[in-house]
C-alpha cells in the first residue's frame, strides 16, 4: 500500500481530510475513498481501510461532541436497531470494481454537498422520529455503508436536518456513534467474509489521528472552515469524476 505512486502527497492530504470531517462530526470514510481513487489504490484494500480510519477518527469525533453534550441517545437508537445487522450484511457482500466506483461516486455527491454547507440549515422546529422512520433510513444507509465501506453519516446528517429531527450539532454527535458502530459493523462483516487488513493501514490510522483530534476538538467548539471546506469539496468532485468516467 505504501509503495503507491506519490504516496507521500497522499500522506499530508490525509490529516486534512480527517479534520474537516472530524469537525463535523464525521469519520471521513468518503473523503479517504476519494483521495484513494485519486491515488489509485487497489479498490480490494480500499473499503477495509476506510473502515478502520472511520474507527478511530468518528470515536474522537463522537468523544468531543459527547463531551459537550450534543448527543441524543434516543434518536441514535432509532437508526442503529437496523443499521447495525445491515451493514454487517452489507460488508459480507463482494462488489465488483466496476459497479463498486459508480456506487461511490454517487454517495460522494452527499459528501460534496454537506461541505458546500447545502444542508447546513437548521430548523427551530424540531420534530420526534418515529421508530418505523429510523428503523428504515437507518437500515438502508447501513447496508449501503457496509457494502461500500463509509460509515454512513455523510448521508445521515443532511437527512436529520432535511426532516428537521435534530439540529447541526446533535446530528453530528449521533451521526459520529452511527459512523463507530456502522464501521465496526461493517469490518466484522468484511474480516469474516476472507478479506484481510495490510499493517500499513494503521500507519495511515495514526496519521489521520493528527487531523481527527484537532478537527473533532475544535469542530465542537464551533469553528468556521468554510474555505477549507470549499477545497475538499473541489477535491471531492475530482474524484467523483475519475469513478464515474475511468
Given at each position: 500500500?505504501?509503495?503507491?505512486?506519490?504516496?507521500?502527497?497522499?500522506?499530508?492530504?490525509?490529516?486534512?481530510?480527517?479534520?474537516?470531517?472530524?469537525?463535523?462530526?464525521?469519520?471521513?470514510?468518503?473523503?479517504?475513498?476519494?483521495?484513494?481513487?485519486?491515488?489509485?489504490?487497489?479498490?480490494?484494500?480500499?473499503?477495509?481501510?476506510?473502515?478502520?480510519?472511520?474507527?478511530?477518527?468518528?470515536?474522537?469525533?463522537?468523544?468531543?461532541?459527547?463531551?459537550?453534550?450534543?448527543?441524543?441517545?434516543?434518536?441514535?437508537?432509532?437508526?442503529?436497531?437496523?443499521?447495525?445487522?445491515?451493514?454487517?450484511?452489507?460488508?459480507?457482500?463482494?462488489?465488483?470494481?466496476?459497479?463498486?466506483?459508480?456506487?461511490?461516486?454517487i454517495l460522494l455527491i452527499f459528501a460534496i454537498l454537506k461541505m458546500l454547507n447545502v444542508?447546513?440549515?437548521?430548523?427551530?422546529?424540531?420534530?420526534?422520529?418515529?421508530?418505523?422512520?429510523?428503523?428504515?433510513?437507518?437500515?438502508?444507509?447501513?447496508?449501503?455503508?457496509?457494502?461500500?465501506?463509509?460509515?454512513?453519516?455523510?448521508?445521515?446528517?443532511?437527512?436529520?436536518?432535511?426532516?428537521?429531527?435534530?439540529?447541526?450539532?446533535?446530528?453530528?454527535?449521533?451521526?459520529?456513534?452511527?459512523?463507530?458502530?456502522?464501521?465496526?459493523?461493517?469490518?466484522?462483516?468484511?474480516?469474516?467474509?476472507?478479506?484481510?487488513?495490510?499493517?500499513?493501514?494503521?500507519?495511515?490510522?495514526?496519521?489521520?489521528?493528527?487531523?481527527?483530534?484537532?478537527?473533532?476538538?475544535?469542530?465542537?467548539?464551533?469553528?468556521?472552515?468554510?474555505?477549507?471546506?470549499?477545497?475538499?469539496?473541489?477535491?471531492?468532485?475530482?474524484?467523483?469524476?475519475?469513478?464515474?468516467?475511468?
Amino acid at each position: 500500500m505504501l509503495e503507491i505512486e506519490n504516496i507521500y502527497i497522499f500522506l499530508l492530504i490525509l490529516p486534512i481530510v480527517s479534520f474537516l470531517y472530524s469537525s463535523v462530526g464525521h469519520g471521513g470514510a468518503s473523503g479517504y475513498l476519494a483521495l484513494m481513487a485519486i491515488f489509485s489504490f487497489a479498490p480490494e484494500t480500499m473499503k477495509p481501510t476506510a473502515l478502520l480510519l472511520n474507527l478511530f477518527v468518528a470515536g474522537i469525533s463522537f468523544y468531543y461532541y459527547y463531551k459537550e453534550g450534543y448527543f441524543n441517545k434516543k434518536l441514535f437508537i432509532s437508526f442503529a436497531i437496523a443499521s447495525i445487522p445491515l451493514a454487517f450484511l452489507g460488508g459480507t457482500i463482494e462488489v465488483d470494481a466496476s459497479i463498486y466506483k459508480k456506487i461511490l461516486a454517487i454517495l460522494l455527491i452527499f459528501a460534496i454537498l454537506k461541505m458546500l454547507n447545502v444542508f447546513g440549515k437548521e430548523s427551530d422546529s424540531i420534530k420526534q422520529i418515529k421508530i418505523w422512520q429510523g428503523l428504515i433510513v437507518g437500515g438502508v444507509i447501513g447496508f449501503f455503508s457496509g457494502l461500500i465501506g463509509i460509515g454512513g453519516g455523510i448521508i445521515l446528517s443532511p437527512v436529520i436536518l432535511l426532516l428537521h429531527w435534530g439540529r447541526m450539532k446533535e446530528a453530528a454527535a449521533v451521526s459520529a456513534l452511527f459512523i463507530w458502530v456502522n464501521s465496526a459493523s461493517g469490518l466484522i462483516g468484511q474480516l469474516s467474509s476472507g478479506v484481510k487488513l495490510e499493517m500499513a493501514s494503521f500507519v495511515l490510522v495514526a496519521i489521520a489521528l493528527i487531523g481527527g483530534v484537532l478537527g473533532a476538538y475544535y469542530g465542537s467548539k464551533k469553528i468556521n472552515n468554510k474555505n477549507l471546506r470549499y477545497i475538499l469539496a473541489f477535491v471531492l468532485i475530482i474524484a467523483c469524476a475519475k469513478l464515474m468516467f475511468t
